[in-house]
């Protein structure tokens, strides 16, 4: 055998090999995309379910969801929570994303640039929210947030009592900042830091705000501030645009008001 025909052997060799190897790692990609995505979904499931401090282990997520969790799905414009009736034709809640509904020409729109301080450019038209209801009252209103830290866009809940004012919780189901600095969002003890705090003061003002460093209890504006994430500035500044912005007119501001007319909450 000639020194070409064993190079030309090898190379059909290596190129079988390579196309074998292809093949594999393309079906094996198509066929977990399914599950992928299921996972991903049961994940942001389960975060409704901590920010609302529902229960998530030993449970069947889906099932403590379908039982005490009601998707309610709002038109961010006007304030109104839809009936399934009044849902825009081609709006289905269960299939809802916040990324392609932003991106979408029909169910998004551009936010304007001077009140874009989150920086996603884009919102949705139409959000779900999620209620915790018990004997006919909302016990817990739980509200999809998000927006830009350092390095990624995080996504998360944030959770309100009653009155619509005390912080029930605060979970990030997705982002993509750095571990041990902006990634410290997944701590549970700064996550637990944020209950009890109120969101809106006496005279219905915002104030709840993240701020650069740590807490001074004793100040009376404490109530309204979390401990920003050390070592994580813009993190932090990130997170405390999210939560101005989503409590705000620019988010929630008017769902919030006008549940707050039609369902009289203790202050
Ligand atoms: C590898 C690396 C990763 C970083 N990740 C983050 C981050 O996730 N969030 C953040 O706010 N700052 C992060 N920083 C720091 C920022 O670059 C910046 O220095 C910091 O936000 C300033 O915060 P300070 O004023 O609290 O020091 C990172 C820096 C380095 C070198």
């Known amino acids: 055998m000639s020194s070409n025909d064993a190079t030309q052997k090898i190379l059909i060799v290596a190129l079988g090999v390579c ?7 393309a079906t094996a990609a198509v066929s977990l995309r399914a599950r992928q995505e299921r996972n991903k979904e049961l994940d942001k499931v389960k ?48 299939t ?10 029909v169910w998004g729109r551009a936010i304007p640039a001077e009140k874009d301080i989150i920086h996603v450019q884009r919102m949705p038209r139409y959000m779900t929210v999620y209620e915790i209801i018990h004997d006919g009252r909302i016990v817990k209103l739980i509200l999809p947030i998000y927006g830009k830290g350092l390095w990624s866009t995080l996504y998360g809940f944030i959770a309100l009592g ?3 004012s005390t912080v ?8 993509g900042e750095t571990p041990g600095l902006g990634g410290e969002v997944d701590n549970p003890g700064w996550k637990a830091s944020w209950k009890g705090k109120e969101a809106f003061a006496a005279d219905g003002r915002l104030a709840l705000e993240v701020i650069k460093g740590k807490v001074d209890t004793r100040e009376p504006g404490a109530v309204h501030q979390i401990d920003g994430l050390s070592g994580s500035t813009l993190t932090t500044r990130g997170l405390d645009a999210i939560i101005k912005f989503w409590l705000s007119e620019a988010g929630y501001g008017r769902f919030l008001n006008s549940l707050k007319e039609r369902v009289p909450h203790e202050g």
């Open 19 to 25: 196309l074998v190897c292809s093949v594999l790692v």
């Open 47 to 94: 975060n409704i379910l901590q920010a609302g401090d529902l229960p998530t282990r030993g449970v069947d997520v889906l099932e403590v969801f379908r039982e005490q969790v009601r998707t309610v799905v709002v038109d961010l414009e006007n304030g109104e929570s839809l009936t399934p009736e009044q849902y825009p034709k081609g709006f289905n809640p269960e």
């Open 96 to 105: 809802f994303q916040i990324k392609e509904a932003a991106d979408s020409r």
């Open 162 to 164: 009653e009155n619509l």
């Open 168 to 175: 029930k919780g605060i979970t990030f189901y997705e982002h």
